[in-house]
Every structure is written in structure tokens, then in C-alpha cells.
């Protein structure tokens, strides 16, 4: 290699990309007391602005749900034998936390608190939909993988925060009374308004008994045991036939459980069949044959009454025993210290953002001078300036 070619090697300049790292930490050092003094004068005026803002408490409450357990009516179930299915259907939820924070997050319970608190004022809101989506934005309600539901409200009043964080618990009890979620819930509320449905029959058809008159003739021409086996067999048959129209509800008709009641059904129907042609209502005419069929009517609304009274009584014995009942954890207190807004984090944050926007700016700057330092950039940039004021024009 000759002597020439070697000098030419030996003073070549560095490569692009050197050089540009070279321009880059010289720009960077140009401008070093503005990136270092920006970024810290936004941060301590973003500090100084979070003092004027008013603080925010977080008040905090823990809680329960109710806990579904597994019904203790099956034995009364299983003597009763036709209203076995009539609360069956009720099914568990995969998640019954969710269900109870969507409960909260309703709207009957949100306009409760907006009145209970008078939101509309303390948000200054003209509409309640408006007081509403304030009041959910300040609330987070949300179900952890231990089954506790958290309940986090902001105020700037540590007072109010936890009043309301309190009130979510106080109104979920309030709408639970009014709703049947539970299994146990589900029966009590059936066995409840059938229950209220047989007495009123029970009271007509005693009532009807009384005014037919009662005679020796009547009573010798049908036993009272005979006719109370009759009134029970009806009541059961009707019972039964109650079950399997709940059944088709939920199996399908060749479920082997649907078929045995099928069974059941229809042996019960038999010996219905088989009792009324054995009744010895041959001699008993006009006034006695009245007599006999109130009582028997009578004593079927009695036997229907009593087995509602019994499953109704189980039902709340469980419903007692599972609770509608909210067992809280951590009660809402009035916080000592803000959580909003967190003042360092703040002024941290702007510093950085601060100090990233200035070194952009400084790149953007050096390249334009660069771009215009160069011949053939400076005439495309001028065209591109007269392009722009021809635009205006």
C-alpha cells in the first residue's frame, strides 16, 4: 500500500454513527443547565400546585356476603315426598360475590345513597344520573379471591368517606331482605305465599263445615278416620302433581327422578280411584252426604296447610342458619391521612416528563439548524415556507 493511500486511511473520518453520538452528547452538554433546571422547576411547581388542591381520604370496609350452605330440608323433603321439587330448581351462582357487588352497583341502591347523603348538593350536580356516576367513580366495590368484598370511598371529608363506605353495607342489607338470592331465601318466599293461599282455604272450607251443620247420622255414615285418609291422599296427589310440573322445569321427561314421580303419581291416583269406589256414602243422602264431602274438602286444606307450615318453618331454620346476614370485617373508619394527591409522586413525575420533553426539544432544534445549515436542505426548507404562505393565501 503506498505511502498516499495510507495517510488517506489514517485521517478518514469516523463512521456516521459515531459521529452522530459525538453531536448528540455535545447538544446534550450544550444545554445542560436547561435540562437540568426545566425539569426541576416544573416539578416544584407541579409541587406547589398540589397544595392547592384539595386533600382526598379514602375510608375503607370489608365485609362477608352471605354464604350459601347446603340446605338441612332434605329429610322434610323427602317425607313430605311431593314438594320435594318445588324449590329444587333454585341453582348456586359460580360466584356469589359478584352478584352482591352488582347488587351495590344497582341503581336502587345508588339513589338511595345520593338521597341518604344529598349527593346531588355535595357533588353539585343538577342531574341525579350525574350525582350517581360521581358517587361510582369515587366508590371501587370489587370481590378478592379470599370471598371479602373491599369497599373503597374518596372524600375530602374523612368523616363522610367512611359514613358512605358504611352506608353500601347498611343498604346491600336493606335490598337483601327484599330479595330472595339465597337458596333458603328462595323456599322461605314460596313456602311463605303458599302458605298464605292454604290458610285462607283452610278458613273457607271450615267455615263452610260449620255452616252444613253437624249429626249423628252424618258422622255414622262416614268415620272421621276414613275421611281423613281420603282428604290426605288428594292433598298428596295434588302435591305431587305440583312437584312434577317443577320438575319439567329443569330434567327432561325421561330423567329416571321424573319417571319414579311419574310412578308415584299414578299410584297415588290409583288408590285414589280404589277409595272413592269403597266410600259407604251409599246411605248417606241429601244433608249427610254435604256433611261428609265439607269435612273431607276441610281436612284436605288442613293436611295441605300443615305440610306447607313445615316446610316453611325449614326454610327459615335455614335461611337462619346460611343468613341474609353481612358479617363485616373492617368497619369504615374516618382515615388520618390523605391518599390524594400524593404530592411527591406528582412533582416526580413531572420532573421526568419534563426533563423528556426538553431533551426532545433541544434534538429537534439542533437538527433544524443542522438542516439549515445545509446548503440544499435550506432551499427544499424555503420552498416548503413559500408553499405554506401560498396556502394561507
Do not use: C
Amino acid at each position: 500500500m503506498s505511502d498516499a493511500t495510507q495517510a488517506g486511511v489514517a485521517h478518514a473520518p469516523p463512521d456516521d454513527e459515531e459521529i452522530s453520538l459525538l453531536d448528540l452528547l455535545q447538544v446534550v452538554a450544550e444545554n445542560l443547565r436547561l435540562l437540568i433546571l426545566g425539569p426541576l422547576a416544573a416539578g416544584v411547581l407541579a409541587l406547589a400546585i398540589t397544595f392547592a388542591i384539595a386533600p382526598t381520604f379514602t375510608a375503607t370496609t370489608k365485609f362477608m356476603p352471605p354464604q350459601q350452605q347446603q340446605s338441612g330440608a332434605a329429610a322434610m323433603l323427602s317425607s313430605l315426598g311431593a314438594l320435594g321439587g318445588l324449590a329444587g330448581a333454585a341453582t348456586g351462582i359460580k360466584n356469589p360475590a359478584d352478584q352482591y357487588v352488582a347488587f351495590m352497583k344497582s341503581r336502587s341502591v345508588l339513589d338511595v345513597m345520593v338521597d341518604r347523603f344529598k349527593l346531588m348538593d355535595r357533588y353539585e350536580s343538577k342531574f341525579r344520573e350525574d350525582a350517581r356516576k360521581e358517587l361510582e367513580k369515587n366508590s371501587i366495590i370489587a370481590s378478592g379471591k379470599d370471598g371479602l368484598i373491599t369497599i373503597d370511598v374518596d372524600d375530602v371529608d374523612p368523616q363522610v368517606a367512611a359514613q358512605i363506605a358504611n352506608a353500601y353495607v347498611e343498604e346491600l342489607g336493606h335490598l337483601l331482605n327484599r330479595l330472595a338470592v339465597t337458596e333458603a331465601q328462595q323456599r322461605r318466599l314460596f313456602f311463605e305465599k303458599q302458605l298464605g293461599s292454604a290458610k285462607d282455604n283452610l278458613v273457607k272450607s271450615e267455615q263452610a263445615l260449620k255452616a252444613s251443620g253437624v249429626n249423628s247420622s252424618a258422622l255414622k255414615a262416614s268415620p272421621i278416620a276414613a275421611v281423613e285418609g281420603l282428604a290426605k291422599l288428594k292433598a298428596a296427589i295434588t302435591a305431587q302433581e305440583v312437584k312434577l310440573a317443577s320438575m319439567r322445569g329443569y330434567l327432561a321427561e325421561s330423567a329416571p327422578d321424573f319417571k319414579q314421580a311419574q310412578t308415584e303419581l299414578f299410584a297415588m291416583r290409583s288408590q285414589m280411584a280404589r277409595a272413592e269406589q269403597e266410600e259407604p256414602a251409599a246411605g248417606a243422602k241429601g244433608a249427610d252426604s254435604d256433611y261428609i264431602a265439607k269435612y273431607r274438602d276441610f281436612k284436605y286444606h288442613e293436611t295441605l296447610f300443615e305440610l306447607f307450615a313445615k316446610q316453611y318453618e325449614m326454610a327459615r331454620v335455614d335461611e337462619s342458619r346460611e343468613g341474609a346476614v353481612i358479617q363485616v370485617v373492617d368497619v369504615a373508619q374516618p382515615p388520618e391521612r390523605k391518599s390524594k394527591p400524593k404530592k411527591a409522586n406528582i412533582a416526580l413525575m413531572t420532573t421526568l416528563a419534563a426533563g423528556f420533553a426538553l431533551l426532545l426539544f433541544i434534538f429537534i432544534r439542533q437538527a433544524w439548524r443542522n438542516a439549515s445549515a445545509n446548503p440544499e436542505t435550506a432551499v427544499k426548507l424555503a420552498a416548503l415556507r413559500a408553499s405554506a404562505k401560498g396556502a394561507k393565501a
